[in-house]
């Protein structure tokens, strides 16, 4: 069936037809038309364009219809030009030609925004619960080992000792703001499209609040060109899904590497890693990987909406079909990757003794010591120097931290007082980063707490 034909002589060309057509993935928008499709007929019958009557018809034929396309061989066959033509030819087949007045004043250049912005609406609310579920995880697994030690990098080099909650409630604060990104790209979306028209707005009486409310649209837009020329929501959405994404694949990252034998500080669980065909011994992190792996499909995404609509003349054009298969892509990856990482997040053993060993066998406590001098009076400048050669006589002789004693360090510089020799083990000098944002014991604790507080108002 086609919405459209009475200009042309002949059909379009099979090729053509198979080529332009969408319905093989805008079928994913199929209940959002018919949401949006059902408050278009009461708007019809607000409006006088239908009677009381015919409008209960088209409602109860767009409920049938919902409940048809359950079936997930519904479409097995069709052979429409997009989901909204073939919504209509069903509607067609259970109102007879009461389904011609539809599209009265309706284009489906807004129809299509408004399903996309429906279809967006609940995809957002899928990933906020897919993130604060992996928020979640995150605490208990820093709760699990409040007072683990690690080495915190830079340039993945050791740099300072902080603690494991400390490290995972880096990714809670990186995930939070993700969260504040989709609910975002979600009051982008949640504005009513419909009475716009094609492009130049609607030409019958429609009370477009009223179609509003009956959506649950808090707003409206203001300019029928503005809508069918526009998917910056949908970029919106991207770009928020992608921020999940990136953050996913560098805990992901992360967690590859601390889990290898180089590092041996966590295991995954069984069930989130898989063997090898050939080498009996594997335990490969799979999940992780791929993870990152789709981390990449989703900036595609992102990168491929943006480039179909930098050149597109106002208004619609049918370039924009395109941007449905990176949406529906990115959301539907960015949803899996959500869980997978929460189910790995609770697969996590972690074995505190190497990552302290990692700690204390390094120079991690060089900062505390050089902070130590200058709270002492010797100015900073200089006590990095006198630690820095410290360091270098250690690298030198093989000794570590924890095998100087007092008053070998008074020895090697008068600015040493021999208790300071305290500060050779990790978790005294991590005590003075006692500010807030920093990784004291009693600083995370707080941090933890209020972050479970936060937490709870999310959910
Ligand atoms: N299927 C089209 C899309 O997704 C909507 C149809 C509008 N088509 C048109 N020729 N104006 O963008």
């Known amino acids: 069936m086609k919405l459209w034909g009475g200009r042309f002589e002949t059909g379009p060309s099979e090729i053509f037809e198979r080529f332009s057509g ?5 079928r994913k928008l199929v209940f959002a038309d018919i949401e949006g499709s059902r408050a278009f007929a009461n708007a019809l019958a607000r409006a006088g364009i239908v009677s009381a009557a015919e409008r209960d018809r088209l409602l109860q034929a767009f409920d049938e219809i919902g409940r048809e396309a359950r079936d997930a061989h519904y479409f097995d ?3 429409d030009e997009d989901v909204h033509t073939f919504v209509i030819r069903k509607l067609g087949e259970k109102a007879g030609t009461l389904a011609g007045k539809i599209h009265t004043g309706r284009s489906r250049n807004e129809q299509v925004s408004l399903d996309t912005r429906l279809y967006l609406r609940t995809a957002a609310d899928a990933l906020l619960r897919g993130l604060t579920e992996l928020m979640s995880a995150l605490l208990d697994l820093a709760g699990k080992y409040p007072d683990a030690v690690i080495p915190g990098y830079t340039h993945l080099r050791r740099a300072q000792a902080v603690l494991w909650p400390h490290y995972l409630l880096a990714y809670f604060e990186m995930f939070s703001r993700d969260f504040e990104r989709v609910e975002q790209a979600r009051a982008r979306a949640n504005v009513l499209p419909l009475g716009s028209g094609a492009l130049a707005g609607s030409g019958f ?12 649209f808090p707003a409206i837009t203001r300019n029928s060109m503005d809508v069918s020329g526009d ?11 992608s921020l999940v994404m990136l953050h996913l694949s ?36 799979d999940s992780l990987e791929l993870i990152r792996g ?75 010591l050089a902070e130590e001098l200058a709270r002492s009076g010797t100015a900073f ?39 300071m020799a305290r500060l050779l ?20 604790a707080r941090a933890l707490d209020e972050a479970r507080t936060r937490l709870k108002a999310l959910v």
Request: proline share 6%; net charge negative; charged share 25%.
């Open 231 to 241: 998917r910056d929501f949908a970029l919106d959405f991207l770009y928020s899904s």
């Open 294 to 368: 789709k981390t990449g499909r989703v900036f595609g995404a992102l990168t491929s909406l943006f480039v179909t609509m930098k050149g597109l003349p106002m208004t619609y054009n049918r370039d924009m079909q395109e941007d449905k298969e990176p949406l529906f892509e990115a959301f539907e990856q960015t949803l899996s990757s959500l869980s997978m990482a929460t189910v790995v997040a609770q697969s996590v053993t972690l074995h505190p003794a190497k990552p302290a060993a990692a700690a204390e066998d390094s120079w991690v406590v060089a900062t505390d």
């Open 22 to 26: 969408s319905l093989d993935f805008d």
């Open 425 to 444: 083990n990790p978790v005294e000098g991590m005590k003075s980063r006692a500010l807030e944002g920093g990784t004291a014991p009693a600083a995370v």
């Open 381 to 419: 400048h200089r006590a990095h120097q006198i630690v820095g050669q410290l360091v270098l006589e250690s690298v030198k002789s093989g000794k570590k931290p924890s095998q100087w004693t007092g008053a070998e360090l008074a020895a090697f510089a008068p600015e040493f007082k021999p208790e």
């Open 77 to 79: 066959g069709a052979t």
């Open 250 to 285: 560098r805990l992901s990252e992360d967690w590859i590497l601390y889990s290898s034998e180089e590092f041996e500080w966590m295991s995954l669980g069984d069930g989130v890693t898989s063997g090898s065909s050939l080498m009996p011994q594997k335990k490969n992190p």
């Open 205 to 216: 009486p429609f009370d477009r609040h009223a179609i509003a409310k009956d959506l649950k």
